[in-house]
């Protein structure tokens, strides 16, 4: 069955309005709530492109792609025409905060990436944002860091950041063998002290030949 493609500029998104979904997550974690607002119910897009296969009025996308100059969107899913349901996952990256449907809220989510699922109807299309997870992730990542920077602080940098990237115990000490102890020998007698002479050829021969008529005897 051949895909359909599509691709539109310029327009937007009727229903759900992305930015706003992410802003009211964030609210609700830092246990706050948004004042009323009158933004538009809609995701507005510079460009949306992607391809669709349907089959018994079951419309199936798994590669759609939304720009804006606030947002970058990934998203896979599938729309039921008869029951005119949706059940979309969706992928959002922040990616300029300076404008765009309000994006200064949003400047502290810049550069991560938070998933979006969105299920309903086209007329009651319900947006779900797992921020807390993505959180989580994120507050994770930033431990290892701190962790991998104060073994690399105390041990070096080769050995703190191998140590670091696995998070490795910092008190792992090397297995040695067991050693015998000696008593301290004269300087004047230990033949490591000091390199033996180097023997002549002739010399080096006859030690050859001795070694040889040894195994007669």
Do not use: C, H, W
């Not at 959002?92 to 990436?113: H, M, P, R, W």
């Amino acid at each position: 069955m051949n895909a359909l493609n599509f691709s539109f500029t310029d327009g937007a998104v009727k229903g759900v309005n992305i930015a706003e979904s992410i802003r009211k997550a964030k609210a609700t974690l830092k246990g706050e709530t948004l004042p009323a607002s009158d933004v538009p119910l809609q995701t507005d897009f510079s460009n949306l492109s992607g391809s669709l296969i349907a089959t018994d009025g079951i419309i199936n996308n798994q590669d759609l792609l939304a720009m804006s100059p606030l947002l970058r969107i990934n998203g896979a899913g599938k729309i039921d025409l008869p029951k005119e349901s949706i059940d979309y996952g969706l992928k959002v990256s922040i990616v300029e905060t300076s404008s765009g449907q309000g994006g200064k809220a949003l400047a502290d989510l810049k550069g991560l990436t938070i998933p979006i699922k969105i299920t309903g109807t086209f007329s009651n299309p319900k947006p779900t944002v797992d921020l807390a997870s993505m959180l989580k992730e994120r507050a994770t990542e930033e431990v290892k860091a701190k962790v991998a920077d104060k073994l690399k602080d105390k041990l070096g940098d080769d050995l703190g950041g191998l140590l670091g990237g696995a998070l490795a115990p910092k008190s792992a000490t090397p297995v040695t063998e067991p050693t015998t102890e000696t008593s301290p020998t004269d300087p004047a007698t230990d033949p490591t002290t000091e390199s033996a002479p180097t023997k002549t050829p002739e010399e080096q021969l006859k030690d050859k030949l001795s070694d040889k008529l040894k195994g007669f005897f």
